[in-house]
């Protein structure tokens, strides 16, 4: 066991790294939330007293803290409306870059970055390439709207559940001050369409399947041994 948690953790490290250095001065970047982004955000930080200048905008608390903790300066969505790139994670990838993220709970601000930014890098290791998406899709939803959005969700054909906090009683609270939702899905034919279908009901905030972004996405796969980096030309020849 320790032998393949040391070899996930080099995986996410590799690619973490790999982004980061992806990254060229003066740019102003989205910062994602997940161990492989914070792999990112420990190599920028040695670039930065390297001299590198860049700014970066995070998609969580947990992000931000990480960032400031490694002198990463920080700025809003606001200040910087268009970003030059944006890293993050993944939970599953499928072979046309369609991905189910957000299993951290920051999903929406995830999107919001990522469709901010003119690139978006993907850090992953190999274990979330998947052939086809699968299992719980995260969503944010309304806490005053949540018995009604789940009852529409199961008519999409999956088993929701509210997801419930480790460390403390209750639901999780997003950033954002909403529930989220783990919707378990057998298998998912069309993300696309399933995305729209989840966005169209009411008190539903913002859904963890990312299937159109595919155009701008660069995926850094890593491995124990190497990184390996796919972009759209891989999935549109």
Known sequence: MAGTTNAVAAAKRAAGYQAAEMVEDGTVIGLGTGSTVFYAIECLSGRIRDGLSVAGVPTSYQTAMR????????????DNPVLDLAIDGADQVDPQFRMIKGRGAALTREKCVASAAFRFVVVIDEAKMVPRLSGAVPVEILPFATRTAMAQLRGLGCRPFIREAVKKDGPVITDNGNFIVDCQFEDIV?????????????????SGLFSRFAGNTTVVVGSEKKCTVLTSADVFP
């Open 67 to 78: 960032a400031r903790e490694y002198g990463v300066p920080l700025t809003t969505l606001d």
């Open 190 to 206: 069309n993300p696309a369409d399933l995305e729209t279908a989840i966005a169209a009901i009411p008190g539903v905030i913002e």
